[in-house]
């Protein structure tokens, strides 16, 4: 898309907003698509070799990059840089900002998984195109893959410690910044033998700083403008929105990332609707992921399955139908329709809850910081962050049936219990909704009355 003239009203995936001199033009963001981390690059090159030259058993980069980073220049500059705290960090915002996620984690979550993952994600080419590669979006493969990232996501939000230098949250980011490495240099290796393998001139470095600034800008600003606000009334205030903006602001820099398009709640805002603007696009690989998402997330065992047509309602309420047409989503039924806006209704009334009793909120927040932290970050199949999703010659995920497709379904109707809960929260919204009309309707003639007399 051309860059669009200042004061000029813009729509993309149902989000609306006007096109300022702060946004960022096509000219200003392209030269990032050739550009990556250089240092973080080096540093794994460097691991590489200390792991072939010392045959070493363990394959953990981090514990190679720990051991060795006080005698060998290179890797000792990329954790001097780690572990060096930027003089903007607040600890005490950042863990504010920490909370927020578990404030509204169903939302959240939610919002990340039709809004982050269905549209931005699938519909950014650069990415969607270097993830396809890896094998980890087959169907086989990508609840695994779904859940490392918010294993991730999960040790990042955990306390201002997790992500002090030396913390769990900490440790998982660098892990992660040299995963990024280990992929960039995977997909070149291969391009070097066949250039058709993956297009650079279009796409650019795989895993280029482009890229980098769009997964935090989605990660940190999505939720504040693209996800929550389709939920309702969803209480929201400018200081949580700065908060948790600085802690993916921070984690930027942990992963070699540009943080000054972060320095703002202003700056972060403009960054994600020009990213909207000049980067969400699909393509026919988009609609490959699009569906083996689906493909995932309707397979999953009870309580945790929900149906096709629950995931497109929710799609098409949050990102508008022209792009969940695009990616070829089904036109729910009604009764999808009104399942998802009992999730809504569910989701909105809560935050409220919260925010009327504040009692609550803590206690939401730590129900959330602690089942999440269980069921994910110490479930068995936990990840370190290797490279295990290696991108191979020839190998390139296509669209595909999920392998236990129709065995073993408990679904009703295909409507999984989830779905089910949400219904009978908006009938219940619905029936107390009627009965305070109509006590409103009895009652109102006795109060007049009642005030005449006196």
Not at 40 to 69: P, W
Not at 156 to 175: D, F, L, N, Y
Not at 213 to 235: A, D, E, K, V, Y
Not at 250 to 260: C, E
């Amino acid at each position: 898309m051309a860059n669009p003239k200042i004061g000029e009203n813009i729509t993309v995936c149902g989000y609306t907003f006007t096109w300022t001199k702060d946004h960022l033009s096509r000219e200003e963001i392209e030269p990032f698509r050739q550009q990556y981390d250089i240092l973080g690059a080096a540093a794994l090159e460097k691991i590489q070799a200390i792991r072939q030259e010392s045959e070493m058993k363990s394959t953990d980069v981090y514990e190679i990059l720990r051991e060795h980073h006080k005698s060998d220049p290179v890797l000792a500059k990329f954790w001097d840089e780690v572990h060096t705290v930027p003089k903007w960090v607040d600890w005490d915002q950042l863990a504010r900002g920490q909370t927020f996620f578990y404030r509204y984690a169903i939302a959240n979550i939610v919002g990340f998984a039709l809004q982050g993952f269905m549209a931005e994600n699938s519909a950014a080419p650069g990415v969607v195109e270097v993830l396809v590669r890896t094998g980890g979006f087959s169907t086989r493969m990508l609840l695994g893959r779904l859940l490392e990232t918010f294993q991730w996501l999960i040790q990042v939000t955990q306390s201002a410690a997790s992500i002090k230098p030396g913390g769990e949250g900490h440790i998982a980011t660098v892990r992660v910044r040299l995963l990024h490495s280990s992929v960039r240099h995977r997909v070149l290796q291969l391009c070097q033998r066949r250039p058709d393998y993956f297009d650079t001139q279009t796409y650019g470095i795989p895993v280029n700083t482009l890229d980098s600034i769009h997964s935090i800008s989605t990660f940190c600003c999505n939720p504040m403008w693209l996800q929550l606000p389709t939920f309702g009334s969803i209480p929201l205030d400018k200081g949580q929105i700065a908060d948790y903006i600085a802690v993916f602001r921070y984690l930027g820099y942990l992963l070699g990332t540009p943080t000054s398009y972060f320095e703002t709640v202003e700056k972060a805002k403009c960054t994600m609707e020009s990213f909207l603007v000049h980067e969400v696009r699909t393509t026919e690989t988009s609609r490959t992921v699009a569906y083996n998402f689906l493909e995932c997330v309707t397979n999953l065992p009870q309580p945790f399955s929900v149906s096709s047509g629950f995931v497109a309602a929710g799609s098409r309420w949050i990102n508008g139908d022209a792009l969940c047409d695009e990616l070829e989503l089904e036109r729910p039924g009604l009764i999808y329709r009104l399942s998802f806006v009992g999730f809504v209704v569910f989701a909105t009334v809560l935050a409220w809850l919260q925010r009327i009793v504040p009692a609550l909120d803590p206690y939401v927040v730590n129900f959330f910081r602690t089942k999440l932290y269980t069921g994910i970050v110490q479930r068995k199949s936990r990840t370190r962050f290797d490279f295990k999703y290696v991108p191979q010659m020839g190998r390139k995920t296509g669209k595909e049936a999920h392998a236990a497709k129709g065995q073993g379904s408990n679904k009703i109707m295909d409507i999984g219990l989830a779905e089910m809960v949400f219904l009978g929260i908006l009938g219940g919204s619905v029936l107390g909704a009627v009965g305070a009309v109509v006590g409103l309707f009895k009652y109102t003639p006795n109060l007049l009355s009642l005030g005449r007399a006196a």
